[in-house]
């Protein structure tokens, strides 16, 4: 692992990089996991001014399905801003995005802080104020199967999140049940459920607050987290209208002119 000095050389070659468009340094290539995640903080935290704000994170790589697709066998973490949460419905410009795709899931939000490690779904749940049906947009800005270090570096892939209408988290609510169904354009393209998501989308939230304990951070009251998706990741062409509808949650679209 980097001393605090190299960390900080590196976290200001990355940033430099990152403001001439280049996500993924090839004279990177090698870097650890460990330091990834570092530098990702470290970056989020010099994107974080005027008036921007972290507001959460996301939990990637939860599914089977999207773990198969990208050959790695653990969950990964990046952060969500407050410029990137979007309401359903929205039109994005496809040509301001760097080759888009999307992923379908639960957006949990808490009422109060969580700290791990050993968090139980039902410690989770007690601490969740509402959830949302969602999309995670992300942009594939480098190869995520070769270069994991650098993408986790580069915030995981992230670039937004579009949200339906809060939906408090009743006990009758068991979001490992719900089912999703998947459309591009009106043809469906998959159906999923909540159990994909390390066998319940509160797992990842439990999962986070344990990796992020490790580096002496928490979750905190009014973070929004994006659980993982219910299904694969899918690219996104332009013109395309997309819309997941989840069991109980509600439908979430957006369209990309």
């Known amino acids: 692992m980097m001393d605090a000095e190299a960390l900080a ?26 330091d990834a995640y570092r530098i990702q903080l470290g970056l989020v935290a010099r994107r974080c001014t005027g008036g921007v704000r972290q507001i959460g994170w996301k939990v990637g790589l939860t599914a089977r399905a ?32 760097i080759t888009p795709g999307f992923e379908n899931e639960v957006c949990v939000v808490l009422a109060r802080p969580l700290e791990g490690p050993g ?75 909540g159990d994909a998501v390390l066998g319940h989308p509160l797992n990842s939230i ?11 951070r928490r979750l905190e009251a009014g973070d929004h987290i994006m659980s993982g998706s219910f299904t694969r990741q899918f690219l996104i062409a332009p013109g395309d209208h997309i819309r997941t509808e989840f069991d109980r949650l509600g439908p979430v679209e957006a369209t990309f002119a």
């Open 119 to 193: 968090l139980s779904i039902a410690d989770v749940a007690r601490a969740v104020a509402h959830c949302h049906p969602a999309l995670e947009i992300v942009e594939k800005r480098g190869d995520l199967t070769g270069h994991l270090a650098l993408a986790l570096a580069d915030n995981a892939e992230q670039k937004a999140f579009v949200i339906g209408p809060a939906v408090p988290l009743t006990p009758d609510l068991d979001l490992s049940a719900i089912g999703v169904r998947v459309t591009i354009n009106g043809v469906e393209v998959a159906r999923g459920r």
């Open 66 to 97: 999207i773990q198969e697709q990208f050959d790695v066998h653990e969950p990964v973490f990046g952060c969500l801003l407050s410029e990137g949460r979007i309401e359903s419905g929205h039109r994005f410009r496809h040509a301001d995005l």
């Open 9 to 34: 050389r590196a976290t200001d070659s990355f940033w430099d990089d990152w403001r001439r468009g280049v996500h993924f340094p090839p004279a990177w290539k090698d870097l650890a996991i460990d």
């Open 206 to 216: 439990a999962w986070l607050a344990g990796k992020l304990a490790a580096s002496g």
